[in-house]
Nanobody, 128 residues
Framework: VQLQASGGGLVQAGGSLRLSCAAS????????MAWFRQAPGKEREFVAA?????????????VKGRFAVARDSARRNAVQNLVHLQMNSLKPEDTAVHYC?????????????????WGQGTLVTVSS
């Protein structure tokens, strides 16, 4: 399985961005996919996750009501699967490198150590 994240950029506070994670290499029926982020000088933290089959979602308290994670349902049977992170009402403290991750066991833990497949990061910068 390979993950490719995209969509980062510079945005003003209050603005929106949509990140995408393209996953290829295997069918994703039993997978969970997640977004983590790492701000300068801080540890990587959990942002959101989704169960590919069924679409159940999970969010960190810091992003609830502002961010939404979703599958690209049009591609559910395609070789490449897409998961999006829609980020609204962005704040300067959301500035970080955002990573997508996947795991093929049940659950969406908030510890990065329990996710074994990672994509490269995409930088989100929110100016005040």
């Amino acid at each position: 399985v390979q993950l490719q994240a995209s969509g980062g950029g510079l945005v003003q506070a209050g603005g929106s961005l949509r990140l995408s994670c393209a996953a290829s290499g295997r069918t994703f029926g039993s997978y969970f996919m997640a977004w983590f982020r790492q701000a300068p000088g801080k540890e990587r933290e959990f942002v959101a996750a989704i169960r590919w089959n069924g679409g159940v979602t999970y969010y960190a308290d810091s992003v609830k009501g502002r961010f939404a994670v979703a599958r690209d349902s049009a591609r559910r049977n395609a070789v490449q699967n897409l998961v999006h992170l829609q980020m609204n009402s962005l704040k300067p403290e959301d500035t970080a490198v955002h990573y997508c991750a996947a795991r093929n066991v049940p659950g969406a833990p908030t510890s990065e150590a329990q996710w074994d497949i990672w994509g490269q990061g995409t930088l989100v910068t929110v100016s005040s």
